[in-house]
């Protein structure tokens, strides 16, 4: 339906036209009135129509069904692998555990271990130098992909996270299964489309997305919190075909996850359920306290491991890096002889800690000794996530805070448990610069959902405190000098051009902010066939067929970049003109 004027219309068979008679009109017989009599109002044209069927076949065509069918594919793999993966990892560590006892009582076995160390050291190292992507965290390395930054091989990256990271945990070195899992989904959701590569390339990050939502809800059992984890951590702002992709995948990997528990009677959760008093209005001085103190610990966390790895890769930058992954290796067994609390993921401290058995001295002793070999293991890239490491530092810190004030105001016992779940939130807040997230998974995964208003307080407070002192995400701070590693001596071109969008391609129907575009890329204007070029501020202009984007891009692959852009809107030959760097 379009309003016209009756000058400049032209219709065709089959238009409806709609006319309105103005009042002196009717004195007339219907047959005697001139175009002075009346005007057109609307004309229901057939062409509109068949625009409108088109928009929606489009619409499902290119959206709908890509997003169930690569979505539901990655979701159900997803699930089988990370569960397959944990399962694994479950029996890994308690082997760890049982070995390091055993060297305890055996320590003439230590130095054949530390041989054995050396080894894995540099071969860790040898893979590393073929396989950059599998250094370090899975977390920050997948939010490098889904943003577009970083490349690597699925299919090569599925297989090394998966058996690198469970030889990290048969050492004890304390990083957790988390991360991985969302690395691992990652690949499996570009491996989900990799068979339609070209025809699907467009939908590669999507799908990745997807399998990386997948793998956290997986991993920690809470869904909800991996959808968020798309939305507020990996891409940073809110798409609907972003909520369509990560929700399906999530769906599917939940029903598969449910399916696999009642068959193989597994245990999904992260946390078992958790008996929480309820507190009261009087009691809001303890989510305040608590968030205070975990948004200090946050800052000051963050600018430790900006310490730790500027001494790693700026004060060591010449030693070989086979060298400074067997002095973490060494380390981390020194101190598992010493106790098994300060090394491992982590994921069993907690448990251990919501009895409040542990003692104030070995607590503080426990968060220095882990913090610091975390960081270390991290700023070194060994294999493995920091999601259920950072976990276990806030739980540390929270148990402190929850026995000091116990003591020092007279609470009851009771209170220390819901202290330490609101530390743990609020640790997720602070560290990972995800309130939302925290905010949910507490509900999710910490039995919160009678507390939530002062899980909302808490992580709140973390949160402003981190923004008042300036601190990144320790994800965003890791990719920052991963970052800076791989393209350390790479060319940037900045590139400023048209290209326009052609019938079929992916763009069309779709927003302009709803797209993952090349990685820095900028839509400065759209230019439709009808009118001119328009500044889109907020990205929520629907691309048509024909339309003329205006697009300047920095890149140090422009190949690559080209490649992903015509995947996009379709193919095509356009001149590349670059500019100056501003």
Same mark, same amino acid.
């Given at each position: 339906?379009?309003?016209?004027?009756?000058?400049?219309?032209?219709?065709?068979?089959?238009?409806?036209?709609?006319?309105?008679?103005?009042?002196?009109?009717?004195?007339?017989?219907?047959?005697s009135?001139?175009?002075?009599?009346?005007?057109i109002?609307?004309?229901?044209?057939?062409k509109?129509?068949?625009?409108?069927k088109?928009?929606?076949?489009?619409?499902?065509?290119?959206?709908?069904?890509?997003a169930?069918?690569?979505?539901?594919l990655?979701?159900?793999?997803?699930?089988?692998?990370?569960?397959?993966?944990?399962?694994?990892?479950?029996?890994?560590?308690?082997?760890?555990?049982?070995?390091?006892?055993?060297?305890k009582?055996?320590?003439?076995?230590?130095?054949?271990?530390?041989?054995?160390?050396?080894?894995?050291?540099?071969?860790?190292?040898?893979?590393?130098?073929?396989?950059p992507?599998?250094?370090?965290?899975?977390?920050?390395?997948?939010?490098?992909?889904?943003?577009?930054i970083?490349?690597?091989k699925?299919?090569?990256n599925?297989?090394?996270?998966?058996?690198?990271?469970?030889?990290?945990?048969?050492?004890?070195?304390?990083?957790?299964?988390?991360?991985?899992?969302?690395?691992?989904?990652?690949?499996?959701?570009?491996?989900?489309?990799?068979?339609?590569?070209?025809?699907?390339?467009?939908?590669?990050?999507?799908?990745?997305?997807?399998?990386?939502?997948a793998?956290?809800s997986?991993?920690?059992?809470?869904?909800?919190?991996?959808?968020?984890?798309?939305l507020?951590?990996?891409?940073?702002?809110?798409?609907?075909?972003?909520?369509?992709?990560?929700?399906?995948?999530?769906?599917?990997?939940y029903?598969?996850?449910?399916?696999?528990?009642?068959?193989?009677?597994?245990?999904?959760?992260?946390?078992?359920?958790?008996?929480?008093?309820?507190?009261?209005?009087?009691?809001i001085?303890?989510?305040?306290?608590?968030?205070?103190?975990?948004?200090?610990?946050?800052?000051?966390?963050?600018?430790?491991?900006?310490?730790?790895?500027?001494?790693?890769?700026?004060?060591?930058?010449?030693?070989?890096?086979?060298?400074?992954?067997?002095?973490?290796?060494?380390?981390?067994?020194?101190?598992?002889?010493?106790?098994?609390?300060?090394?491992?993921?982590?994921?069993?401290?907690?448990?251990a800690?919501?009895?409040?058995?542990?003692?104030?001295?070995?607590?503080?002793?426990?968060l220095?000794?882990?913090?610091?070999?975390?960081?270390?293991?991290?700023?070194?890239g060994?294999?493995?996530?920091?999601?259920?490491?950072?976990?276990?530092? $806030? =739980?540390v810190?929270?148990?402190?805070? !929850?026995? *000091?004030?116990?003591?020092?105001f007279? %609470?009851?016992?009771? +209170?220390y /448990?819901?202290?330490?779940?609101?530390?743990?939130?609020?640790?997720?807040?602070?560290?990972?610069?995800?309130?939302?997230?925290?905010?949910?998974?507490?509900?999710?995964?910490?039995?919160?959902?009678?507390?939530?208003?002062?899980?909302?307080?808490?992580?709140?407070?973390?949160?402003?405190?981190?923004?008042?002192?300036?601190?990144?995400?320790?994800?965003d701070?890791?990719?920052?000098?991963?970052?800076?590693d791989?393209?350390?001596?790479?060319?940037?071109?900045v590139?400023?051009?048209?290209?326009?969008?052609?019938?079929?391609?992916?763009?069309?129907?779709?927003?302009?902010?709803?797209?993952?575009w090349?990685?820095?890329?900028?839509?400065?204007?759209?230019?439709?066939?009808?009118? $001119? =070029?328009?500044?889109?501020?907020?990205? !929520?202009? *629907?691309i048509?067929?024909?339309?003329? %984007?205006?697009?300047? +891009?920095? /890149?140090?692959?422009?190949?690559?970049?080209?490649?992903?852009?015509?995947?996009?809107?379709?193919?095509?030959?356009?001149?590349?003109?670059?500019?100056?760097?501003?």
């Amino acid at each position: 339906m379009e309003l016209v004027d009756v000058t400049d219309s032209k219709s065709v068979d089959g238009d409806i036209v709609w006319v309105r008679v103005p009042p002196p009109a009717p004195k007339k017989s219907l047959l005697s009135l001139d175009k002075s009599d009346f005007f057109i109002l609307t004309i229901f044209s057939k062409k509109t129509e068949c625009d409108m069927k088109h928009s929606y076949k489009n619409y499902l065509i290119n959206l709908i069904f890509p997003a169930f069918i690569f979505g539901s594919l990655t979701g159900v793999l997803t699930a089988l692998v990370v569960t397959l993966y944990k399962t694994c990892a479950k029996y890994v560590i308690q082997f760890s555990e049982i070995g390091y006892h055993f060297l305890k009582s055996h320590l003439y076995f230590v130095p054949i271990f530390i041989a054995l160390l050396f080894g894995a050291a540099y071969l860790f190292t040898l893979i590393y130098s073929k396989n950059p992507t599998l250094r370090g965290g899975g977390i920050p390395t997948s939010i490098g992909v889904l943003r577009g930054i970083v490349t690597f091989k699925w299919l090569r990256n599925l297989i090394g996270v998966f058996f690198l990271s469970l030889s990290s945990f048969l050492i004890g070195v304390p990083l957790g299964n988390e991360g991985p899992s969302v690395q691992m989904g990652t690949a499996i959701g570009r491996g989900s489309v990799f068979a339609s590569q070209k025809k699907h390339r467009a939908w590669d990050r999507y799908s990745m997305t997807g399998g990386a939502c997948a793998g956290f809800s997986v991993a920690t059992g809470a869904p909800i919190s991996g959808i968020m984890f798309a939305l507020e951590e990996a891409h940073q702002r809110i798409s609907p075909m972003i909520i369509i992709v990560s929700s399906t995948s999530v769906m599917f990997a939940y029903i598969t996850t449910e399916i696999l528990k009642s068959i193989f009677n597994i245990n999904v959760a992260l946390f078992g359920e958790l008996q929480l008093i309820s507190l009261s209005i009087k009691d809001i001085w303890i989510p305040i306290a608590v968030g205070l103190a975990m948004g200090i610990w946050a800052v000051l966390f963050l600018r430790y491991y900006n310490l730790i790895n500027k001494f790693f890769n700026k004060k060591l930058k010449k030693t070989s890096a086979k060298y400074k992954i067997f002095f973490v290796f060494l380390i981390t067994l020194l101190l598992g002889l010493c106790s098994y609390s300060f090394i491992s993921t982590g994921h069993e401290l907690i448990i251990a800690l919501f009895d409040g058995k542990t003692a104030i001295y070995m607590l503080v002793l426990i968060l220095i000794v882990r913090s610091t070999l975390t960081l270390c293991a991290n700023s070194n890239g060994v294999t493995g996530g920091m999601f259920v490491p950072i976990l276990a530092l $806030g =739980a540390v810190l929270s148990s402190i805070l !929850g026995k *000091t004030m116990t003591a020092l105001f007279g %609470l009851g016992e009771n +209170y220390y /448990t819901i202290i330490l779940v609101l530390g743990i939130s609020a640790c997720i807040s602070g560290m990972m610069k995800m309130p939302l997230t925290a905010i949910l998974f507490a509900l999710e995964a910490l039995s919160c959902y009678e507390n939530i208003l002062y899980v909302i307080i808490v992580c709140g407070i973390t949160f402003v405190v981190t923004e008042i002192f300036g601190a990144k995400s320790i994800n965003d701070s890791v990719l920052e000098n991963r970052m800076k590693d791989l393209n350390d001596d790479t060319a940037l071109k900045v590139i400023d051009t048209f290209v326009t969008v052609q019938e079929d391609s992916f763009a069309v129907g779709k927003q302009i902010r709803d797209i993952f575009w090349p990685a820095n890329l900028f839509v400065l204007s759209l230019r439709h066939e009808t009118h $001119g =070029a328009e500044i889109d501020e907020h990205g !929520g202009t *629907t691309i048509s067929v024909g339309d003329i %984007l205006h697009v300047r +891009y920095s /890149t140090t692959d422009e190949e690559n970049t080209k490649a992903e852009l015509t995947a996009i809107v379709g193919d095509q030959n356009y001149c590349e003109n670059e500019t100056d760097i501003i």
